[in-house]
């Protein structure tokens, strides 16, 4: 009954409120309420093999599938959404998305056979500053749903780069080239591996990811994001 009652107390002055929107949320929800994660604009693209997604990898590098969660658009409440996830601290909406997106591959012929999920890693000096790191709690959300181990410790960033905001595609690709490595090739031989970052742009940045797993490993690689900024 005092827990409850402190809660309660506590909710008065720090709400927990929706991050898209911001109304407060009843019990049952997480991250989003009801009617904003209703009006979430789903690509559905992880039923799709030949999706946008997937083609902006086509002719960059080997992968079996890609997809993303929903449609970004700048402007829009879910970019604050993805900004409360990545800046200020708000790692429930990385997990709370992730089984989302967990729950839908699970459902999916393509994603049927993922033996890891391998978040995209920061920089030891970024991780520090930030925190965490915004597609690991993601990932970690992706397992809770899904029947797949999270690793976090066999791909690592070895550089670190600058911001990749209003960059080129072509400065993107240039500026994470070779900011990747394998710690563990060994281990990933022969498996499925799903890549999570938390969104897609030009894909630079799992691009470089990618290419450095199927260079360091005999492996296959799949690709899932939360959100596609499409156009």
Known sequence: MLPNLFKGFVNLFYP???????????RGEEA???????????????????N???????GRVTIENACAYFFFSKGSSYQQLLHKLKYDGHKSIGVALGKQLGAVLAQSELYSHIDYVVPVPLHPRKLRIRGYNQAEVIAQ??????????LTNVLVRTEF???QTRKT??????????AFAVSAPAKLSQKH??????????GATLEACAN????????????AALAYAAG
């Open 193 to 202: 591996i799903l890549l999570i970052d938390d969104v897609i742009t030009t």
């Open 32 to 50: 989003l309420c009801l009617i904003c994660l209703y009006k979430l604009p789903r690509t559905r693209f992880w039923n799709e093999p030949n």
């Open 16 to 26: 927990n409120a929706c991050a898209a929107c911001g109304n407060d949320l009843v």
């Open 212 to 223: 450095k797993l199927l260079t360091a490993a005999d492996c296959k690689v799949s690709l």
């Open 52 to 58: 946008a997604v997937a083609q902006t990898f086509w």
């Open 169 to 178: 595609r072509e400065e993107r690709a240039r500026n994470v080239a070779q």
């Open 161 to 163: 780069t600058q911001t």
């Open 141 to 150: 959300g992706v397992c809770e749903a899904y029947n797949a181990k999270l």
